[in-house]
């Protein structure tokens, strides 16, 4: 306990310094995808060989708690590089690390017990603080899939003896909840529908490593059917896919900076919204010879922007936009249709001189005029990452403080910055 404290303590009191005003450009790599590494992990675990996952962004905090949390709970879990064997060992055995609240993904261990016709009392799940984060349709679909749920004080309990497959419809397309449905699902007897699914890139993605493992899995726009097996039998080989998330917050890096940017081994697929965004907002990005190229030269137009569900634009890049909005001249408006209270960052962006409001679920900036360095604290993954976007244009100095927010989702952020040309340190 004394050393969990201690650590929470180390990570609050990370900071970033950085000097603005420098053009960024060059050519970055990217990581694996946060967002897709964290779902795979907990598929991974359904299998009885170990599947090994290449590309796993391990640096990331979020990653390495999952990890310990699926370890502590039995599943098998080895480590080689930057590749993960997993599992499912004797999965679930023993308690839930506490650690388990810290992030949201937790919630996949809901599924991956009832998958295995165990038994788990899950502390109350975590993640970035964003407003309402609810699983009651995890919950809902867990108990039509034969699960038999408990809440309580002490968490979330799960039991199941083995699923029956059922027709779940949500009433709306939840990312976490349909990757827990279609874990829980993957080994219930039938057939499982979930109708208004999410079907973004992620999960498409994880569908494919499913089936590779044994798992039968189909998705399409908005339908996911499993049909379950006796068994998965795992012992395949896939690589994380790169952080789209990332390479928009990079392209949007380098053009708040003027400068130009090249993003090796990745191509426009997964980010042709955001890249519509962008071109409309003056950012020329286009795919040549397997890297995407992005130039910051033109002056920015300001814009609007709305997040929905994928193909839409994901809630995750608002706060990368809003920050994009302060090197655009005029009124630019981030509505967020997805979480009830994510702009948190807002008060943290106004420290560096910047006039942008937020009202209900949407933030109004305006944007062409010069931001001054600040202290501003990383509330959240990417508001933090939309003050260092800031601080990076900034006149003077900034220190950004509980920066291990921002390493829970972007790996190696100072370095990948630096390499472009940013004055970045992290004393
Ligand atoms: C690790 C990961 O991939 N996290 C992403 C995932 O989070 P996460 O899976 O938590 O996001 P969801 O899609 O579940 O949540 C979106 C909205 O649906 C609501 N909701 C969700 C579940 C539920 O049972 N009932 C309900 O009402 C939530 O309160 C929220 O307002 O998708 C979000 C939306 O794209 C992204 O911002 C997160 O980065
Ligand atoms: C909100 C995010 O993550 P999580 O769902 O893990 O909190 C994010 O990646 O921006």
Redesign the pocket.
Known sequence: MAMTMEHQRTNQQKTMRIEGGRELSGTIRLSGA??AA??MIAAACLGEEPTILDNVPIELR?VQILIRVLREAGAYIALEGSSLACARGDFPRGTVNREASEI??SLLLLGLAAAHRGELLLPMPG??K?????????LMGLQRLGARIEETEAGIRVASEGGVGADIEFY??????T?NLMIAAALASGRTTILNA?T?P?IMEMAKLMNLMGAKVSCSNRVVQIDGQSRIQGGVRYAIMPGWDEAVTYIVASAMTGGEICIADFSLDFIREDVRHLREIGVDVFEWGGAVYASGKKQKRAFDLFTA?YPGI???MQPIFAALAFTAAGKSTITDL???DRFRYVEELKKFGGSIHAFGNTAIVEGGRPLQGAHATATDLRGGASCVLAALIAEGESIITNVSQIERGYENIAGKLRQLGARIDTP
Do not use: A, V
């Open positions: 946060k967002n964290l779902p979020d949201r993904y993640g970035c964003i407003g309402d984060r609810k699983y009651d349709l995890h709306l397309p939840t990312t976490s909840g990757e999410n973004r992620e569900p994901n809630s995750d997805r979480f009830t």
